[in-house]
């Protein structure tokens, strides 16, 4: 079939960012491969990540641990995100480690358990980010309920785990010294986790401290800075997404010519327009119009006016651009491509949400 539009994904950047973050770190990898692998393709993705060294692999949802183990992905699979008073029976049946962040959590783990086979759980204390995890008041409490969990066979305590802000080294160290003391109580308490884990790619880079037992990477997988001031070629990654589409339409237009809704460019003199059938809702951002960058036939041109559902325009002035040629929105810098960091700069945002909000009209080709 010719080009329409596509994400490519390089399975092999994959691992190899799995690799490069394994012997960055010295430390075991839990692959985060929440959200579609933040758009990359779950179940491809987890397994480019295992080749690559993964231990691990990290969800949000039930849910999201659930579709891996239909597509045949069989390793630990951890997921922390719960609907309230969800049952963990399904997750337990197919063998998914519980991130747990309150007591109820942790009972309905336990209830989950069949007569010979406890449920794993990781429990997961709040240490700053005021988000999910058990509180500081709770810990003593939970602590208590799981070591007697455990000793009746009911659940089997895998991790401690907590997660950080990225706000400065200052704050992930305290937010490091809080957890800490959640792991001395739990010591006291008589839980011994197998692993503690605290940073994601972010503070597994930069703060050594952090690295305790596993990091769990996310962005960094997909060969993506967490940083600003970093490149993904300054931390020795390859960005595994490429978007591209092919031109849909060329039109000579006059000067003075109006470009999609409300004309926000008017062309300055006689010009090409290419249409790149790509829009808002297949995630490209409309808050980027006008500045999104995209490469075609070598050179960059930023998208003129707004950027529609379905559609943009691009004004490539008197450069020869044919239908059928490839656009190239995003991808590996090393290789001239425009960059997910330039897109979420453009919008106003990070390259997380970019990659993670390409849309599912967009088909992923892996290739590796
Ligand atoms: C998403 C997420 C991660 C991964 O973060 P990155 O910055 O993408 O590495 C790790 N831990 C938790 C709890 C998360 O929600």
Known sequence: MTLFREAVIDLDAISDNTRQLRRMTGTDVIGVIKANAYGHGAASAAVAALAGGATRLGVATVDEALALRREGVNAPVLAWLHAPRRRFDDAAEAGIEIGISSFDQLEAAAAAASARTPVGVHLKLETGLSRNGVA??????VLAEAARLERIGRIRIVGLFSHVSNTSPADDLAALAAFERGCAQAEAAGVRPEIRHLAATAAAIDLPETRLDAVRIGIGLYGLSPFDDRSSADLGL????????????????????????????????????????????????????????????????PVAGRIAMDQFVVDVGDHAVAVGDEAILFGDPTLGHPSATTWADAAGTINYEIVTRIGPRVPRRTVS
């Not at 500081?136 to 409490?141: H, I, N, Q, V």
């Open 136 to 141: 500081p008041a709770a810990w003593e409490r």
């Open 238 to 301: 390859r960005p595994a997404m490429t978007l591209r589409a092919a031109v849909a339409a060329v039109r000579r237009v006059p000067a003075g010519q109006g470009v999609s809704y409300g004309y926000d460019h008017r062309t300055a003199q006689e010009t090409t327009l290419a249409l790149i059938p790509l829009g808002y809702a297949d995630g490209i951002p409309r808050q980027a119009s006008g500045r999104g960058p995209v490469l075609i036939g070598g050179r960059r041109f």
